[in-house]
């Protein structure tokens, strides 16, 4: 009863596979439990080779997703294509995917090294190979030496690189994370979020990445696909995720934003020009997709905000309104303030603190200004609009 | 008899009453094994490393003692009388009858359903010296009666209490060998250990031992687990009378038994479940006991099982009436055990239970409560009764039986390991 | 704020004792009645064992080793008889239960409670009445075999009752229940991620089994054979209803030698080693097949 997975070609598994070669192709799919939409009509192309994070809040239908790719769910509707072979209706066992658990899953009745050559073993690897491919995963996660031990002996940090290593050790054409990191305390976290990334620049498989922590996403993708209800609302490289949101909810789930609302009026010098709703005329990166008089919000990273006493102008070529400073907390290398802009709106900045306290104190008037081309555009209604922002960070519907 | 019985919970004793009628056998409505208590296990750790009682003859017992007025009697399921009062209560018209005559007020109980747990259960407190609560109790001609005679536990009788029973009782039961002199007990009821078969799948007439060794009965047979019974019962069928038999004939009688075992001629060493066996078909030919075929019989509604005592001999068993030491009212006891003796009573009795009994004369009074009953179901009963051989043997079959072989405790132990090494295999 | 502090103390200081004293506490009742319910009566078992007498003249305590040579001769036979019915019934048990209690364990959904109860169901009713009813069922003309041999589909001298296949049967049916149920918790307590990592690792539903679940249920299987193992080699009940000549267990004769012969050292000899017996077993399947490691590992 033995199916032999189809192997993947050896020149598929390097690194310098061409970077426009989808290995993952998700079309059209959705998943429905009862009545509930987990994921709803999605598409996505996952490049051969890339480190590829799906970021949302829970029950955003990223962990579906994976499970559907990994094969222990069946898409309600749509086609999975793994390396262009439709795998839709393949089970888990047959696909050339292995998946690192967010619980880990090790066997707690089998040693490290049992672990680890487990999916060899199940696909008839010979004794010496076993041996050899093994040791190497090991070596490969930095735990030479442990094969003999219980998974009930290792330490989270311990258990997660024997699941790593579990995994990768098959040299599957793609490997699933699903919240891997989720268990550790911060510390390891970020020491594992580095060595992820180190490993799978060594191995050179393709990584889908589900986490609901955007820093981490940011830190180790390629590419990030933020999810809300079923959907992709934006797909792009960490930086354009960050940079240019194109929904609120993007906005707002990745890091924090200070959003106003405003009506584009048409270009000037080869910027855009917004009224905000207190009266202040703001220059924004043009042309945005919005016609003159179309209501919009405009939004700024708090690390971009730069801040001047009352009294001192901002460079002219800033956008800049006024405040009054609320709040000024010290977190350790900045200080993070809260103003209030006038009309009920909140702005928040951080400031490096580079040593001589705070920029003023309570009640103060400020400056608050920033180079219009931090400044990004959201559709007034903040509905998700899928709007891919360049050429190679979505899939074009055909 | 050491039968390992237990009366299912639901299978209560009214309740089988009812359902066949006035003619029920005790051991037949205890039909069925039971579970074994292993309390006897611990209580028997009591008793380890016990000297002869004090205690010897109890003689002075009849010159001290004075009637009280109360009488505790235990005995076992179904084996008395019984009806109905108004208020639904069961009553005993015997019983009752006896305390209008005596004054003497009976607290009836049934305790007793299996000698052996029986037997455990008061051994550690006649050892301790403590009364077991009862004046009267009514044990099975075995090694447990025997050894309770042994220990002097049991109040030695005075033959000048009993005229009935000297003037009334049979000779046969006077003159039981494991009690000569009826010093200690006097019969409640007997019955008899023969061979039972079908005769719808036997058409030829049994009569003898060894037709229980007969080929073409193979896997078909069935013998008692009991080592008293199948071992006299063998020793008769060689041609041995018991009581003269030594330890070498025993292991014969044994080595006939493992022939019979080792052919595949016998199925089965059953226990009570025997009768169970013979009436599904299991069995085709069993040892058994004479009121189970009787009653066998009335329950299917036919007459397919035929009881015989073998040309060779059978065995005839007792219940026995005995006075534990310690009892509180053995002036009341030895009244009752007199009054029994009485034919009426007798006949009372043996109209309900349908044993032998022990009073010959009995047969004239139910044969004239038939003539003087109105309705033809009560009239046939009794007519039955006073016409059964298992109530009012012939004395041709009373000729022919014979008492188990009386062991002391260490005849007993070789006997049980001579036939336990066949049986219990 | 420093009489606060005292304040909160001394309780602390008074309970010091009380909570060294605890774990004995503790485990006292357990001790006590191991001590009065186990152990004494096994030392009266083994010194009993080693008396001489009858019951009328009494037993004395003579280092009689008598009982042993003399029982070990003569009921070799009926040790075996436990031994191997008891071995086998414990096998069919084993047969019987794990895939009924993996099917309830992986399949039955959220009806898994009242599967279980279906299947206990019967055992709520004495099993002495039980065994009975087989009796009546598996009868030589009953009503499983006699229609058969009235079709002639097999002789009319056949049969199931009085024959040793009955005995193990019986006592595998007696005793399932004690296999089903540990077997069952231990698989209903696998982690169910565990069987999606090993599909995960190309091993498909047998390899699953295989590799994953049933190492996984063993502690499980070890306790249920413990449970049934021990109580079947003991039983005699199932024996001397089912069984017939040539079928007698060691708890029969141990039985009968107590109750009906009143040989107390000689049924205390015979159930001494069986007891030693049964003990060695144990530690040697504990050796063998023992869980001690998978434990530690959790």
């Known amino acids: ?398 | 008899m050491t039968t390992l019985r237990e009366l299912p919970e639901f299978l209560d004793a009214a309740f089988l009453r009812g359902l066949t009628q006035r003619r029920i056998t005790r051991r037949g409505a205890l039909a069925g094994a039971g579970a074994i208590s292993l309390g006897a296990f611990l209580a028997a750790c009591g008793i380890g490393g016990n000297q002869p009682s004090a205690a010897t003859h109890q003689n002075w017992v009849w010159d001290k003692a004075k009637k009280t007025g109360t009488l505790d009697f235990g005995s076992w399921p179904l084996y008395i009388d019984t009806a109905v009062d108004s208020a639904g209560n069961t009553t005993y018209p015997s019983l009752v009858e006896f305390t209008k005559e005596t004054g003497i007020k009976v607290n009836y109980s049934e305790p007793i359903q299996d000698i052996a747990e029986f037997f455990a259960k008061i051994a550690p407190q006649l050892q301790a010296g403590t009364p077991i609560g009862y004046d009267i109790i009514v044990i099975t001609n075995s090694i447990q009666l025997t050894n309770l005679m042994l220990k002097h536990w049991l109040v030695e009788l005075d033959p000048s209490k009993l005229p009935n029973f000297y003037k009334n009782g049979s000779k046969r039961v006077q003159n039981r060998s494991f009690d000569p002199g009826n010093r200690f007990t006097i019969p409640w009821q007997s019955g008899f250990t023969g061979i039972a078969y079908n005769t719808k799948k036997i058409s030829r007439e049994i009569t003898s031992y060894n037709d229980l060794f007969d080929p073409a009965f193979k896997g078909k047979v069935g013998m008692f687990t009991f080592t008293q019974d199948t071992g006299n019962l063998t020793l008769l069928g060689m041609g041995i009378k018991p009581d003269n038999s030594k330890p070498s004939d025993w292991q014969k009688a044994a080595d006939k038994l493992k022939q019979q075992r080792d052919s595949g001629i016998l199925r089965k060493f059953y226990d009570q479940s025997y009768i169970k066996a013979l009436s599904a078909g299991d069995t085709v030919i069993s040892m058994a006991w004479s009121g189970d075929v009787y009653q066998a019989n009335l329950s299917a509604g036919n007459e397919d099982l035929k009881f015989i005592l073998p040309k060779e001999g059978g065995l005839i068993w007792t219940d026995n009436m005995c006075i534990p030491v310690g009892a509180a009212h053995p002036v009341d006891a030895i009244t009752y055990m007199n009054y029994v003796y009485d034919p009426k009573v007798a006949a009372e009795l043996a109209e309900a239970i349908n044993y032998i009994t022990p009073v010959p004369g009995a047969k004239a009074v139910v044969e004239q409560d038939a003539a003087a009953a109105t309705d033809a179901d009560t009239k046939q009963s009794l007519t039955d009764t006073a016409n059964s051989s298992a109530v009012f043997p012939t004395d041709a079959d009373l000729a022919k039986t014979y008492y188990y072989r009386t062991l002391n405790p260490a005849e007993a132990t070789q006997w049980n390991d001579i036939f336990n090494a066949v049986i219990l295999s | 704020m420093a009489v606060g502090t005292a304040t909160v103390r001394r309780p602390a200081l008074t309970t010091r004792w009380g909570r060294a004293l605890a774990p004995y506490l503790l485990i006292f009742p357990g001790v006590a009645w191991l001590l009065i319910f186990f152990l004494f009566p096994l030392l009266t078992l083994a010194v009993t064992s080693l008396m001489s007498g009858d019951f009328v003249a009494g037993f004395q305590f003579t280092w009689n080793f008598n009982n042993y040579t003399y029982g070990l001769g003569l009921y070799a036979t009926q040790y075996s008889h436990s031994l191997e019915y008891g071995a086998s019934a414990t096998l069919i048990a084993f047969l019987l239960a794990y895939p009924a209690a993996y099917w309830i364990a992986f399949h039955a959904g959220p009806r898994k409670s009242a599967y279980l109860l279906i299947i206990l169901l019967p055992f709520f009713v004495s099993f002495v009445l039980r065994t009975l009813s087989w009796e009546t069922l598996m009868g030589d003309d009953g009503p499983i075999l006699g229609p058969l041999k009235s079709a002639h589909l097999i002789p009319s001298d056949f049969r199931v009752l009085a024959t040793p296949i009955a005995v193990t049967f019986g006592l595998a049916y007696t005793f399932f229940p004690y296999m089903l149920l540990p077997i069952y918790a231990s698989l209903e307590k696998i982690d169910r991620r565990l069987i999606e990592a090993a599909e995960d690792l190309f091993a498909n539903r047998v390899e699953v089994f295989r590799r994953v679940i049933f190492p996984l249920s063993i502690p499980g299987v070890f306790a249920g054979v413990l449970l049934t193992g021990i109580p079947a080699t003991a039983d005699f009940v199932n024996q001397t209803l089912l069984g017939g000549a040539g079928t007698t267990m060691i708890g029969r004769v141990i039985e009968q030698q107590f109750e009906v012969s009143a040989n107390y050292p000689l049924a205390s000899a015979l159930a001494f080693v069986f007891m030693l017996g049964l003990l060695a077993m144990l530690l040697l399947y504990q050796r063998l097949f023992g869980t001690d490691e998978l434990v530690r590992a959790r």
């Open chain 1, 1 to 398: 009863m033995q199916v032999e997975k189809t192997a993947a070609p050896a020149a598929g598994r390097q690194h310098s596979a061409s970077a426009t070669d989808a290995v993952v192709v998700l079309d059209h799919v959705s998943k429905r439990f009862g009545g509930v939409v987990a994921v709803d009509d999605l598409s996505l192309d996952v490049m051969r080779g890339e480190f590829f994070s799906m970021l949302g809040p829970s029950g955003c239908g990223k962990t579906t997703t994976l499970r559907m790719i990994g094969g222990f769910d069946a898409p309600s509707e749509g086609v999975v294509r793994l390396d262009g072979r439709d795998v839709t209706d393949l089970p888990a066992y047959r696909r050339d995917v292995n998946t690192v658990f967010q619980s880990y899953g090790l066997f707690p009745h089998l040693n490290v090294f049992d672990n680890v050559a487990f999916g060899l073993r199940r696909r008839h690897v010979g004794g010496a190979e076993v041996n050899r491919r093994v040791q190497e995963a090991l070596e490969l996660v930095s735990l030479a030496g442990y094969g003999k031990r219980r998974p009930g002996q290792l330490s989270g940090g311990q258990q997660q690189r024997v699941a790593l290593a579990r995994s990768l050790v098959n040299h599957p054409q793609v490997l699933l994370l699903d919240e891997p990191l989720g268990a550790l305390d911060l510390k390891l976290r970020k020491q594992m979020q580095l060595e992820l990334k180190r490993i799978q620049g060594e191995v050179g498989i393709t990584f889908i990445f589900v986490t609901h922590d955007q820093e981490e996403a940011m830190t180790i993708s390629d590419r990030i696909a933020v999810m809300n209800h079923g959907r992709i609302e934006q797909l792009g490289r960490p930086e354009d995720v960050y940079e240019r949101p194109a929904t609120q909810f993007v906005a707002e789930f990745l890091g924090a934003s200070n959003l106003l609302d405003g009506v584009y009026r048409g270009t000037l010098d080869g910027w855009g020009s917004v009224e905000l709703a207190g009266g202040d005329s703001i220059r924004i990166p043009a042309p945005p997709s919005a016609l003159v008089g179309d209501k919009l919000k405009v939004g700024i990273r708090p690390e971009k905000l730069h801040l001047y006493p009352d009294g001192r102008e901002a460079p002219s070529d800033h956008n800049s309104i006024a405040a009054i400073l609320r709040n000024a907390v010290f977190v350790g290398v900045s200080y993070q303030y809260f103003f209030d802009a006038g009309g009920g709106r909140q702005l928040s900045a951080f400031d490096r603190n580079a040593g001589g306290g705070p920029i003023a104190g309570p009640g103060e008037k400020v400056r608050v200004a920033w180079k219009p081309e931090h400044t990004f555009v959201i559709p007034a209604d903040g509905m998700a609009q899928p709007t891919p922002t360049n050429h190679q960070t979505g899939r074009q519907d055909k």
